[in-house]
């Protein structure tokens, strides 16, 4: 009796595979595009929530700390008192507002009725440097830390800063992380169940043929080849089709939308990454649900 | 080749199908199972087949305790033996060519050999002309050979044969069992359960009666 | 009651099943349909029972052409025929009395009625004892009284029965045929598939012989 | 031939449908659970949406317009003037800012360096309107009729307001509304496509069963009953269970989350309205996608 090799074998087993998934091309099309709108659920999800965090951290750009500077320091020259800032750990950003500005940003916010100041000769608004915290830094702590360190400059007359707003900020981060996490193992556990459900549901459906297979002496690996490789490939077209539904909804919300929010649509990988992500989480999903429903089919 | 100790077959709810059967079956003979209709012929090939369970006693079939063999291990003995069941276990989608050839795939049997055997046995059975039918359009008795055809293919070392004849007219059915005899006579074990008296008459072989699980002859 | 004219059944792919069948079957008759496997008993009386549609030719059944009954009255056509499946056709989870149950519930029988009845008939085919066992895991010869059963409960006007002696043993057999023989002789037509000739040389009652779907005797 | 009625039949198939859900209890409540997830995406989304929506209806608030009351004017009263403002379509809200009010603002501006107004006896800053609109009229276009109306008054010195602001909110406004539809009816696809599938697949395990029933002579309604009715009964357990997921999301959410964001996480309904909603949702959907499935599979 002629034996074939193991990789003959399962040439053949995936052949028996194709051929069983052309016969019911109906069904394995319709688990496949189940599989589809579950990833693209999942992603759309995830998208979501990274488009969100990352527009989040942008909004941390508007904490920042406003340092008032002595007028008898700035004769040593504003350089130096800038790198002294500059290098304090958490600072990403230092920009300089001599007394010349902070005066034109008064008059500009008096338009109409710089009258008011008009009397004045001597400018008497400090000059200041308006310091933006680095993103591991907008949290309450991290903007105490930054204030504490510059109050202890000589050179600093007075450090202001929003306290309301870092701390809505860091707890609005903390939420929406929270949120994320909560919303994200929810939809991840559906996707997960109903991939499995389905494919357990098309593995019943076949439990006279898997019955007849064990009769005639299939080893179980031989009966959970074949679904196993219709579970990938049903798991790659479903990724695929999950590509398309969510590349055709970015397509009708680019161009209608307002210059501004593009990063709502922003994909955080190029489209062949993103294929291959979306493929790859099929496949692994697809292969997972057939190994598992196969196993506690065959009671083992 | 079979052997059975004390062996018995409880189900819940106090029935029995089988009770304190001891039997010997020797390699290469050939025996009929009798008995009317529940007597527990079909419980007991399955039990030498290894799809049942004994509740109770030990069977030894070629040589290895049932209760030892690991389930790892099952689809190989199964593979040993050619098995006509009763409602003949056919897959419905497939093609009678593709039935016969399973119990020779999963064998891992390369498909060029698997072709000449099964056209081989389908000749036997007279079903060459139904090769590419779908089982599930097949006539009862052509479903019948087909399940005779696919445990014969494998030429097994013991075959058991549950009520093979009883959708085939009597022409065919004596066809049958004299191939049953062939096989036999090249050294296979067979063990042919039926109801069919004009058969067990006609061939005078050892037959073993089963009375409500007991056998009696 | 049942009239065939030039009936065919093809199928595709050039095999056909009957050619030109032309038959009568009188109110009352009793008749046996007899011919070796394949030769077109099943299609027969499938095509009697409206669940395969003929390739070509009529069939009135009861006084109504075949091919004018709505699709929605199907169902209450087969109420009046009691078909005993070759294959059984039991419902495997469902019990015994379920299986039985069944073809007068969906009439709309009540359960007192329907309990009554499918407790009688149990008896007539000796099955009493396993009322309460699941389908799946009865012997063939009981499925296949099950089968009958649940064909008789009904009182039907027609009774067309495929094979339905393959699976019991002779004694059994004879008893069946006599209670076909009981309720033909209360007005039923009892159409009977069988390749088995001691039965209806016994009987000799009128028999159709087919030979590849051709009408011989 | 004792024959029952119709609601007795009725009542007869679903204690078949109930004693078959039972027999199948495991696969039961997988397909429920599937409903129910696919039920919780569903209205997780559209509560996200509706609370997202409330939430931008707010940001609307933004959108003020200030009107500057000549000095002239001021002397005839502010209540005639108020009210010349405030029936304005489209206004919702007129504030009035007194001349003494704008110079306190002003001060607490340059809180530290008052000094710089310290001369100044006559207060040159002029009495205002703060007008908010209402929220029928935070497009661009509502706004330019309510300025429009503004500046036509004979006490008004000048009319200002955020343009850039006005045409970013009511562009945000429009993307919101298409990304809601856009999602929205992808997210009810899928539910829709999911459910069906689960369903069909129910119907497809058990198409032997079905056979029998249609070869013993029962009617397609016969049939369908069951079906429907399991398909009710585990649309109304997905849809609880849906609740269940939704509401203890919402509980784990809640604690934890500034209290300005409380928004977020309200409910558009009530708990039992709520329940009702799911549950009924989950119901049509079981029933529809049971009678979908089981009149295709028969055929007519
Ligand atoms: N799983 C089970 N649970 C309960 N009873 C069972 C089970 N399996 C078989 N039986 C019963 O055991 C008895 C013997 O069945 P078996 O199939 O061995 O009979 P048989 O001799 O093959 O009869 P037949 O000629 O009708 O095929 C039957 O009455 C059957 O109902
Ligand atoms: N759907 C189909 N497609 C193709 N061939 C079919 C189909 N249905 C039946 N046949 C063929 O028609 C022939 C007649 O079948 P039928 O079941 O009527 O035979 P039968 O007389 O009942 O035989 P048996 O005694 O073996 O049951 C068979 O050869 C069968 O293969
Ligand atoms: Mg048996
Ligand atoms: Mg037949």
Same mark, same amino acid.
């Given at each position: 009796?002629?034996?074939?090799?193991?990789?003959?074998?399962?040439?053949?087993?995936?052949?028996?595979?194709?051929?069983?998934?052309?016969?019911?091309?109906?069904?394995?099309?319709?688990?496949?595009?189940?599989?589809?709108?579950? /990833?693209?659920? #999942?992603?759309?999800?995830?998208?979501?929530?990274?488009?969100?965090?990352?527009?989040?951290?942008?909004?941390?750009?508007?904490?920042?700390?406003?340092?008032?500077?002595?007028?008898?320091?700035?004769?040593?020259?504003?350089?130096?008192?800038?790198?002294?800032?500059?290098?304090?750990?958490?600072?990403?950003? %230092?920009?300089?507002?001599?007394? &010349?500005?902070?005066?034109? &940003?008064?008059?500009?916010?008096?338009?109409?009725?710089? &009258?008011?100041?008009?009397?004045?000769?001597?400018?008497?608004?400090?000059?200041?440097?308006? !310091?933006?915290?680095?993103?591991?830094?907008?949290?309450?702590?991290? %903007?105490?830390?930054?204030?504490?360190?510059?109050?202890?400059?000589?050179?600093?007359?007075?450090?202001?800063?929003?306290?309301?707003?870092?701390?809505?900020?860091?707890?609005?981060?903390?939420?929406?992380?929270?949120?994320?996490?909560? %919303?994200?193992?929810? !939809?991840?556990?559906?996707?997960? #169940?109903?991939?499995?459900?389905?494919?357990?549901?098309?593995?019943?459906?076949?439990?006279?043929?898997?019955?007849?297979?064990?009769?005639?002496?299939?080893?179980?690996?031989?009966?959970?080849?074949?679904?196993?490789?219709?579970?990938?490939?049903?798991?790659?077209?479903?990724?695929?089709?999950?590509?398309?539904?969510?590349?055709?909804?970015?397509?009708?919300?680019?161009?209608?939308?307002?210059?501004?929010?593009?990063?709502?649509?922003?994909?955080? /990988?190029?489209?062949? &990454?993103?294929?291959?992500?979306?493929?790859?989480?099929?496949?692994?999903?697809?292969?997972?649900?057939?190994?598992?429903?196969?196993?506690?089919?065959?009671?083992? | 080749?079979?052997?059975?100790?004390?062996?018995?077959?409880? +189900?819940?709810?106090?029935?029995?199908?089988?009770?304190?059967?001891?039997?010997?079956?020797?390699?290469?003979?050939?025996?009929?199972?009798?008995?009317?209709?529940?007597?527990?012929?079909?419980?007991?090939?399955?039990?030498?087949?290894?799809?049942?369970?004994?509740?109770?006693?030990?069977?030894?079939?070629?040589?290895?305790? +049932?209760?030892?063999?690991?389930?790892?291990?099952?689809?190989?003995?199964?593979?040993?033996?050619?098995?006509?069941?009763?409602?003949?276990?056919?897959?419905?989608?497939?093609?009678?060519?593709?039935?016969?050839?399973?119990?020779?795939?999963?064998?891992? $049997?390369?498909?060029?050999?698997?072709? @000449?055997?099964?056209?081989?046995?389908?000749? +036997? $059975?007279?079903?060459?002309?139904?090769?590419?039918? @779908?089982?599930?359009?097949?006539?009862?008795?052509?479903?019948?050979?087909?399940?005779?055809? @696919?445990?014969?293919?494998?030429?097994?070392?013991?075959?058991?044969?549950?009520?093979?004849?009883?959708?085939?007219?009597?022409?065919?059915?004596?066809?049958?069992?004299?191939?049953?005899?062939?096989?036999?006579? @090249?050294?296979?074990?067979?063990?042919?359960?039926?109801?069919?008296?004009?058969?067990?008459?006609? +061939?005078?072989?050892?037959?073993?009666?089963?009375?409500?699980?007991?056998?009696?002859?």
């Amino acid at each position: 009796m002629k034996k074939r090799g193991f990789t003959s074998g399962v040439v053949y087993l995936a052949a028996d595979a194709l051929r069983s998934m052309r016969a019911n091309a109906a069904s394995c099309a319709l688990t496949a595009v189940t599989l589809g709108f579950s /990833l693209a659920i #999942f992603f759309l999800f995830l998208f979501i929530f990274i488009n969100l965090e990352s527009a989040v951290n942008k909004w941390g750009d508007k904490t920042h700390i406003v340092v008032y500077i002595k007028d008898t320091a700035l004769k040593d020259g504003v350089e130096r008192l800038r790198d002294s800032a500059r290098f304090i750990p958490g600072v990403k950003t %230092v920009e300089y507002v001599s007394k &010349e500005k902070a005066l034109e &940003e008064l008059k500009a916010e008096l338009k109409g009725h710089e &009258e008011i100041i008009a009397g004045v000769d001597v400018n008497p608004l400090p000059a200041s440097f308006d !310091i933006r915290v680095s993103p591991a830094y907008t949290d309450a702590q991290g %903007v105490a830390s930054v204030v504490g360190t510059l109050k202890a400059m000589s050179w600093a007359s007075d450090v202001q800063y929003s306290r309301e707003w870092v701390e809505k900020f860091s707890a609005f981060l903390r939420f929406i992380e929270l949120a994320a996490t909560a %919303v994200g193992v929810f !939809i991840a556990a559906a996707t997960v #169940f109903i991939i499995s459900n389905t494919i357990r549901l098309t593995v019943w459906a076949r439990r006279d043929e898997i019955e007849v297979m064990r009769l005639v002496g299939a080893t179980d690996a031989y009966i959970k080849i074949p679904f196993f490789i219709e579970g990938v490939i049903q798991g790659f077209i479903g990724g695929v089709f999950a590509l398309g539904v969510l590349t055709a909804g970015r397509y009708i919300l680019l161009g209608r939308m307002p210059g501004y929010l593009d990063f709502a649509l922003s994909l955080p /990988l190029d489209f062949p &990454e993103l294929l291959a992500a979306l493929a790859a989480s099929g496949m692994l999903m697809g292969a997972t649900a057939s190994i598992i429903s196969t196993t506690r089919f065959l009671g083992n | 080749m079979i052997r059975m100790f004390h062996v018995s077959k409880n +189900y819940e709810g106090g029935s029995f199908a089988l009770s304190d059967v001891t039997l010997k079956i020797a390699k290469g003979e050939f025996v009929f199972i009798t008995g009317s209709s529940g007597a527990g012929k079909t419980t007991l090939l399955k039990i030498m087949f290894g799809s049942e369970a004994p509740s109770e006693g030990q069977i030894i079939i070629d040589g290895r305790n +049932y209760f030892k063999i690991p389930r790892a291990e099952i689809p190989y003995l199964r593979r040993r033996i050619g098995f006509v069941f009763q409602d003949f276990k056919l897959l419905p989608q497939g093609t009678v060519f593709e039935n016969v050839a399973l119990s020779l795939k999963v064998m891992g $049997v390369g498909s060029i050999e698997v072709k @000449r055997r099964v056209q081989k046995v389908l000749s +036997y $059975v007279k079903l060459s002309h139904r090769a590419n039918f @779908r089982a599930a359009v097949l006539s009862g008795g052509e479903a019948q050979r087909v399940a005779i055809a @696919r445990a014969l293919v494998k030429d097994p070392a013991i075959i058991l044969a549950d009520e093979p004849t009883g959708n085939l007219d009597p022409h065919l059915a004596v066809e049958t069992i004299e191939l049953f005899k062939e096989v036999n006579g @090249r050294g296979t074990t067979v063990v042919v359960a039926t109801h069919d008296s004009t058969l067990i008459a006609r +061939y005078a072989k050892r037959a073993i009666g089963l009375e409500s699980g007991r056998v009696v002859a």
